[in-house]
C-alpha cells in the first residue's frame, strides 16, 4: 500500500508570495498524481491531475510538478482566496483504490 | 450540469446498517467510475469504495472491507453504497464522486456536497 505524506502541515504566507507544497509516496508507483482544495464546509475541488494538468477552471497560478515520489504543487502568487487545505492523492492502474495525502493547510 | 447528489445519512447505532445513495445527472453515467470518500469531522480525506463504470469490478478499502457494498444502478443513473455492522469509526461525511476520464480517470472531477452518517450509542 502506498502511503502519501505531506509538507508542511501548515503553512502561512501573505498574499503575492509564492507556496510550496510538497507530496511524497512511499514508493513509486504507475498511475497518476492529483492536487484537490478544500475550504470549510465545501467538498473537494480538483485542481491538477496527471501530476501537472490544470483541472477545468483553475487559475494558472496553480502548477503541478514531480515524478516518482516527489510532488510538488506550487502557488506562484497566493492569493487570500488560497486559503484551504490541499490534498494529494494517488491511484494507480492496480488496486483501483486510492489513497490521500494528509492534507495541507494553507494560510493567508 | 454535471451533478453528484448524495442521501441516506442519517444517526444509527454500532452494529447496525444504513444505504447511502448518489444520484447522477448531467453526463454519460455508464461510462464513468464511482467512488465513495469519506472525512471525519476535522479529519482528512479516505478513500472507501469504487465501482466501475460498467459495474463489473468493485473494490473497498481494509478499513470498510466486508461490511460495506457498493454497486449501481445504470436505468437509474444511480450508485448505492450499502453499510453493515457499522461501527463508530464510521462517523464521518461520505461523498460520493466521478473519475475524470471515462472508463478509467484517476482524478475525481466532480463531487457531491456529502451526507452525514454518525455511528452513536
Known amino acids: 500500500e502506498i502511503v502519501l505524506t505531506q509538507s508542511p502541515a501548515t503553512l502561512s504566507l501573505s498574499p503575492g508570495e509564492r507556496a510550496t507544497l510538497s507530496c511524497r509516496a512511499s514508493?513509486?508507483?504507475?498511475?497518476?498524481l492529483a492536487w484537490y482544495q478544500q475550504k470549510p464546509g465545501q467538498a473537494p475541488r480538483l485542481l491538477i491531475s496527471?501530476?501537472?494538468n490544470r483541472a477545468t477552471g483553475i487559475p494558472a497560478r496553480f502548477r503541478g510538478s514531480g515524478s516518482g515520489t516527489v510532488f510538488t504543487l506550487t502557488i506562484t502568487s497566493a492569493e487570500p482566496e488560497d486559503s484551504a487545505v490541499y490534498y494529494c492523492?494517488?491511484?494507480?492502474?492496480?488496486?483501483?483504490?486510492?489513497?490521500f495525502g494528509p492534507g495541507t493547510k494553507v494560510v493567508l | 450540469q454535471v451533478q453528484l447528489v448524495e442521501s441516506g445519512g442519517g444517526v444509527v447505532q454500532p452494529g447496525r446498517s444504513l444505504r447511502l445513495s448518489c444520484a447522477a445527472s448531467?453526463?454519460?453515467?455508464?461510462?464513468?467510475?464511482i467512488h465513495w470518500v469519506r472525512q471525519a469531522p476535522g479529519k482528512g480525506l479516505e478513500w472507501v469504495a469504487v465501482?466501475?463504470?460498467?459495474?463489473?469490478?468493485?473494490y473497498y478499502a481494509d478499513s470498510v472491507k466486508g461490511r460495506f457494498t457498493i454497486s449501481r444502478d445504470t436505468s437509474k443513473n444511480k450508485v448505492s453504497l450499502q453499510m453493515d455492522s457499522l461501527r463508530l469509526e464510521d462517523t464521518a461525511l461520505y461523498y460520493c464522486?466521478?473519475?475524470?476520464?471515462?472508463?478509467?480517470?484517476?482524478?475525481?472531477?466532480?463531487w457531491g456536497h456529502g451526507t452525514m452518517v454518525t455511528v452513536s450509542s
Open positions: 448531467g453526463f454519460t453515467f455508464s461510462s464513468y467510475g
Open positions: 464522486t466521478k473519475e475524470s476520464e471515462a472508463k478509467v480517470g484517476f482524478a475525481y472531477d466532480v
Open positions: 465501482i466501475s463504470y460498467d459495474g463489473s469490478t468493485d
Open positions: 514508493q513509486s508507483f504507475s498511475g497518476s
Open positions: 492523492q494517488q491511484r494507480a492502474n492496480w488496486p483501483p483504490g486510492a489513497t
Open positions: 496527471d501530476t501537472s
